[in-house]
């Protein structure tokens, strides 16, 4: 098969935490796959290149319970090469989304965006995941699959790598890390947010100050 990973993030590829999880489904999709990765900017070459895939794996982070404006860019000219250009074959798409909110059910939207555009191009919508506290992941990256807080981050690449070697559809999946609810608030607030307040000259009674 021939099968596009494609990285909505805005941030450095591999360093984002989209770029982590397409590194974990990499791991897992069979080694006799033709696998090709893209970036969010694209041009007509490879757009045409997307159009003639097997599977494409579209995998963003949520912004604002919804896709980054810049992959809706992306999806736009997909679209607008498809129209010109009509598809040869079915192409089964599907969406890899994280946000940094610890329930991952805030993904449900995105990937009613992705479904909503799989519908009017043309493509099969097979199947979405959506990780909660994405903004753990670096944290984390060096735990192996299935292992702690990964557990259920497995299970659920288990379940989209089967049904992309066998292109076929599945329900979406949103899960939280298996991690407790209140040690994951306090690290948010003291390792991530009141470090990056300190890096920005803040300090924490700054944060919660209301205008």
Known sequence: MNI???????KSAHKSNTGILLGFLRTKLNAGNTVSEYGSTLYEEQLAELADMDAIVTAFPLYVDAIPSHLLRTMVQ?????????LKHGIYVYALA???FYEGKQNE???QIIKNWCSHTGFIYGQGIGQGAGEMLPFISNVPLGHGPHKNLRNALAVLNNNIQNRQKGDDILFSPNFPYIDWRFMATNVFWNAEAKKNGLRKKDIVKRL
């Open 4 to 10: 596009a990973l494609l990285n909505g993030s805005p």
């Open 98 to 100: 994280n946000n940094g």
């Open 109 to 111: 939207i995105a990937l």
């Open 78 to 86: 997909l679209d607008e090469h498809i129209q010109k250009n009509p």
